[in-house]
């Protein structure tokens, strides 16, 4: 499989992969991953920095170690890594790395990570990163962080709310909540929404919003 492809997986832009399939018919996970976030306030009350750790499924991970094993070894090592990390970094630039942030209903950008640290462990491909906001972002009001591809091609779950953390001088003025929508409530509260979003977005980009875990914080 050669980069570009690699590229199409990671990203869900598989249409590459498997032409002449309805769009529709991709509006569901393929990729699997257990992720932990971080973000990290200064003593000022601002956003410095926002960290992310992405454990790959076997499946997948089994599948880069195909595309990438260049030595044979079965593993992916050395070189072989920074390869799909620098893939990696390239290919999620457009979906702002799965990464979105608002400040009372604004959306913070964020400026593309220096780069990506990928590691290979007990048949897992990992992947971690940080990044910072392109700006300078006081903590004031509801500050909501999302980390979920708009594709729904990947899955990241967090297993546990301390998945979702906040660290610094910061937050500790602030209260935290992790939100996770359940199928009644999205239905009940959004049932108009999503037979527009059925019709007009077959791809799922603001569907996967609704559905994705959330940590809320207010300050």
């Not at 780069?115 to 700006?135: D, M």
């Not at 509801?142 to 967090?158: E, H, K, N, R, S």
């Not at 297993?159 to 953390?165: E, F, N, Q, V």
Request: charged residues 20%.
């Amino acid at each position: 499989m050669t980069v570009q492809r690699f590229r199409c997986r990671v990203s869900g832009a598989i249409l590459s992969l498997l032409a002449g399939m309805p769009t529709a018919a991709f509006a569901h996970p393929h990729i699997f991953v257990d992720a932990r976030f971080e973000a990290i306030a200064g003593a000022d009350g601002t956003l410095l920095e926002l960290r992310d750790t992405w454990h790959f499924d076997d499946l997948f991970s089994s599948s880069v170690v195909m595309d990438f094993d260049k030595n044979g070894n079965s593993v992916l090592d050395g070189a072989e890594l920074t390869t799909v990390a620098g893939t990696v970094r390239d290919s999620l630039a457009q979906y702002d790395y799965y990464t979105s942030i608002t400040v009372n209903g604004k959306k913070v950008p964020l400026a593309r990570p220096d780069t990506i640290h990928a590691t290979y462990e007990n048949g897992s491909l990992i992947l971690s990163f940080s990044q910072k906001p392109a700006r300078r972002t006081p903590l004031k009001g509801l500050i909501v962080f999302g980390v979920y591809d708009p594709t729904l091609y990947t899955a990241l779950d967090f297993l546990k709310d301390d998945a979702l953390k906040t660290t610094g001088e910061g937050f500790k003025r602030c209260t935290r909540k992790v939100v996770r929508p359940g199928s009644d409530d999205i239905l009940a509260a959004n049932q108009a929404m999503l037979t527009t979003l059925f019709f007009s977005d077959p791809q799922g980009t603001d569907y996967s919003q609704i559905v994705a875990t959330r940590l809320e914080v207010r300050c």
